[in-house]
């Protein structure tokens, strides 16, 4: 019933910039947090960032804090990535994430915390 849609994925050339959007569709949704991570050839899937919708508090992996920008829309339970600085190291697909356990930081950075998964959207930055 309820899928995370994502799109704005593509290739970029490093110092480029992507904006990535999901929204939930399907029916009834809420979230309380909803979020980004990634995974690359080879490697474990990663946080990225997060929101928590009740007050706007972010959260955002060291790798891409101050490059990187999420936000949100509560009402519309749709959330955005910005990208900005993008270097090769950023090529991964993307999985939007929500959850619905609360408004709360525990488990923030963990996949186990998130109810619903997006498909992923490739993301490649060309050197």
């Known amino acids: 019933q309820v899928q995370l849609v994502e799109s704005g994925g593509g290739l970029v050339q490093a110092g480029g910039s992507l904006r990535l959007s999901c929204a939930a569709s399907g029916g009834t949704f809420s979230s309380d947090v909803m979020g980004w991570f990634r995974q690359a050839p080879g490697k474990e899937r990663e946080f990225v960032a997060a929101i928590v919708f009740s007050d706007g508090s972010t959260y955002y992996a060291g790798s891409v804090k101050g490059r990187f920008t999420i936000s949100g829309d509560n009402a519309k339970n749709t959330v955005y990535l910005q990208m900005n600085s993008l270097k090769p190291e950023d090529t991964a697909v993307y999985y939007c994430?929500?959850?619905?356990?609360?408004?709360?930081?525990?488990?923030?950075?963990?996949?186990?915390?998130?109810?619903?998964w997006g498909q992923g959207t490739q993301v490649t930055i060309s050197s």
């Open positions: 994430v929500a959850d619905r356990s609360g408004p709360t930081t525990r488990m923030i950075t963990r996949t186990s915390r998130y109810d619903y």
